[in-house]
């Protein structure tokens, strides 16, 4: 069965320092696709990266970096310099071919404190 | 950009009304989704659309309904609401898969936060 755990509820803190969101996966597959996305306050969810099984290569984009090993089954998330404005719920999810839904992990509440 | 609006932000209703949820989106996307996202539940998803009149159930589609009459527009239904159906409301969509699985990104919109008194 297809699962996606997010082990750290909530995570808080100090600006500028750095914060490593993990997420584990499972999945009988070897074709699925991992995502990550974003909640601020506001609500809305906004997509963040899209990464298929058969790419290992990590991913930088300006202060976030993705860790995809799939050794551990994992899909971290690097926010390196924190800010104020990184605090949000941040959600790790899959797809995979033998389910037509995401499987959404439960979320990890990121605080940044000024 | 990709824009999925969602009618209300913020909608009070009460038990036993027929509540209509509208969602709009603008580029063209086959797929829809309607999820709801309670505390300590995550999101959850109530039922989909992969074409126009087309509709599938999610995990919990008891007490909801959903229609797609045009492409651009998907609409989530309470046919008698309740207060267990306290609870924000997302919409989103995106493209076809690449083969199976909806595997291309989900877009969003602003949610709905419903109360039913």
């Known amino acids: 069965a297809q699962k996606v755990t997010q082990a750290q509820t909530e995570i808080s803190v100090v600006e500028k320092e750095d914060v490593t969101l993990d997420c584990v996966y499972e999945?009988?597959?070897?074709?699925?696709?991992l995502f990550w996305y974003k909640q601020p306050p506001s609500g809305e969810l906004v997509f963040l990266i899209r990464?298929?099984?058969?790419d290992e290569q990590n991913e930088i984009s300006g202060r976030y970096s993705w860790n995809f090993q799939k050794s551990t089954s994992s899909f971290n998330f690097t926010i390196t310099a924190s800010q104020v404005v990184d605090s949000a719920v941040y959600f790790c999810?899959?797809?995979?071919?033998?389910?037509?839904?995401?499987?959404w992990g439960a979320g990890t509440k990121l605080i940044i404190k000024p | 950009d990709v824009k999925v609006t969602q009618s209300s932000r913020y909608l009070v209703k009460r038990t036993g009304e027929k509540v209509f949820l509208e969602c709009v989106q603008d580029?063209?996307?086959?797929?829809m989704f309607w999820y709801r996202q309670d505390p300590g539940l995550g999101l959850r998803l109530i039922y989909f659309?992969?074409?126009?009149?087309?509709?599938e159930k999610g995990d919990i589609p008891e007490g909801y309904s959903v229609s797609r009459e045009k492409k651009e527009r998907f609409s989530l239904i309470l046919e008698s609401a309740s207060t267990n159906q306290t609870s924000m409301y997302l919409c989103?969509?995106?493209?076809?898969?690449?083969?199976?699985?909806?595997?291309?990104?989900?877009?969003f919109g602003d949610g709905t936060r419903l109360s039913i008194l």
């Open positions: 580029m063209d996307h086959e797929n």
């Open positions: 989103a969509s995106s493209p076809p898969g690449v083969g199976t699985g909806f595997n291309q990104p989900q877009h």
């Open positions: 999945t009988r597959d070897t074709t699925y696709y």
């Open positions: 990464r298929n099984s058969f």
């Open positions: 659309s992969y074409d126009v009149k087309m509709k």
């Open positions: 999810a899959l797809s995979d071919g033998s389910n037509y839904q995401l499987i």
